[in-house]
């Protein structure tokens, strides 16, 4: 499935484009991807603007996160993480500041959300800085203290917590 934006065609898995086209590839991380992944989250987190990943970490939660690569580059990255049956947040997305406003972003949060789809889960939230660019994708802000106590098991190794300043938005997929 690929769909066009201006002239960069959205591959998934692995299409092939005959055009002349920039080729954009949204697929799920793999260990090499990890030294990119952690420049990039590390970068915005060094910035105070999402909470840092050790290596480690990026390690144990692979599977969890999906990449956007154009010319084997890393550009942007984010994750589908799962809290319960009904639930599940987008995690660490960020995108390489060369490429913000390109729709690489969108790309991964309608990536996420149909993956979430197909698992069959209601709701799909995110802690966010940047509540408006989640609303555009179709989410709507809430309290924080709405969502379930288990959200904030990362939280509480935050330095900034319990002040940090984030929003919460959730979009009701069902």
């Not at 802690?127 to 969502?147: A, H, Q, S, V, W």
């Amino acid at each position: 499935m690929h769909r066009c934006l201006s002239n960069i065609i959205f591959l998934r898995k692995n299409e092939m484009s005959s055009k002349g086209d920039v080729i954009l590839l949204i697929r799920k991380a793999k260990i090499s991807d990890v030294e990119a992944i952690h420049r990039l989250i590390n970068y915005y987190a060094a910035a105070g603007e999402m909470l840092a990943r050790a290596r480690a970490t990026l390690y144990e939660g692979i599977r969890e996160f999906s990449v956007v690569e154009i010319d084997r580059q890393i550009v942007a990255v984010g994750s589908l993480h799962i809290l319960w049956c009904d639930l599940a947040e987008i995690r660490a997305l960020a995108v390489d500041p060369a490429y913000i406003r390109r729709g690489f972003g969108t790309a991964l949060v309608k990536t996420f959300l149909a993956e979430a789809r197909e698992l069959e889960l209601p709701r799909v939230f995110a802690l966010t800085y940047k509540p408006d660019f989640f609303k555009k994708c179709g989410f709507r802000e809430i309290e924080k203290e709405d969502l379930p106590q288990k959200v904030w098991q990362e939280c509480v190794n935050c330095p900034k917590f319990p002040d940090c300043g984030e929003s919460a938005v959730i979009i009701d997929l069902a």
